[in-house]
């Protein structure tokens, strides 16, 4: 069976800090993977997504970038993280991109 | 435009009750799909029940059903016999094209649910 593991399931980081979020899925190949932010109590931006590695199709124009450096694997990265950074990122992997999406557990972002 | 619009931000039901979530969408493709999640306090999206436009029923999975009304473009969610564990938050989502597409899944904002004993 497939699982999606997310770290770290919190972080609290200063203004101006860098950022990695990894995301790794388990018991599949060549998932789609995608990056989502959801602010509290809103619903979910997709910032992110991958089709394969090396490809990242990015949502929204933002202080963050994402990488997927092997079939399984998809980072969400900043150089300096800004307040409005903050929120619960979720990762999510799926077998095409119509296709159902299955989540990771989250992270939990505090930026101060 | 919206192409998926959850008009209830909040809705109670007492326990061992039905309650319908609604969720109309926006498309003019023919083939598309939708999606219903549910996201408990602790955050992890789960995958309740999906339904395809072309699908001749109402999909089913154990107590949720989809009431899909295509001519509406309405596909709300049905909960039978409500139990406490079913306050949440719940996703309605949709593919528009078909599943071998490459456009994403686009959310709704959600709906939260409170089940009352």
């Known amino acids: 069976s497939q699982t999606i593991h997310q770290w770290p399931a919190t972080l609290v980081q200063p203004v101006g800090s860098p950022l990695s979020l990894e995301c790794t899925v388990e018991?599949?190949?060549?998932?789609?993977l995608y990056w989502y932010r959801q602010a509290a109590g809103r619903g979910l931006q997709l910032l992110f997504y991958?089709?394969?590695?090396?490809?990242i199709s990015s949502e929204v124009p933002q202080n963050l970038s994402a990488s997927r450096p092997q079939d399984r694997q998809f980072i969400l990265s900043s150089k300096k993280l800004l307040l409005s950074d903050s929120g619960f990122y979720l990762c999510?992997?799926?077998?095409?991109?119509?296709?159902?999406?299955?989540f990771g557990p989250g992270t939990r972002l505090l930026v101060l | 435009a919206q192409k998926i619009t959850q008009t209830q931000p909040g809705m109670f039901v007492q326990e061992k009750e039905a309650v319908t979530l609604d969720c109309t969408y926006d498309?003019?493709?023919?083939?598309?799909?939708l999606f219903w999640y549910k996201q408990p306090s602790s955050g992890e999206m789960i995958f309740l029940i999906y339904?395809?436009?072309?699908?001749?029923q109402n999909a089913t999975e154990g107590r949720y059903s989809l009431n899909f009304q295509k001519a509406r473009k309405s596909a709300n969610l049905v909960i039978s016999a409500s139990q406490l564990g079913d306050s949440a938050m719940y996703f309605c989502?949709?593919?528009?094209?078909?599943?071998?597409?490459?456009?994403?899944?686009?959310f709704g904002k959600g709906t939260r649910l409170s089940v009352i004993a």
């Open positions: 999510a992997w799926s077998r095409g991109t119509g296709e159902t999406q299955y």
């Open positions: 018991g599949t190949s060549n998932p789609n």
């Open positions: 991958s089709v394969g590695i090396g490809q």
């Open positions: 498309t003019s493709d023919p083939s598309y799909g």
């Open positions: 339904q395809g436009s072309y699908d001749q």
């Open positions: 989502a949709m593919r528009e094209g078909r599943r071998s597409g490459n456009t994403p899944l686009v």
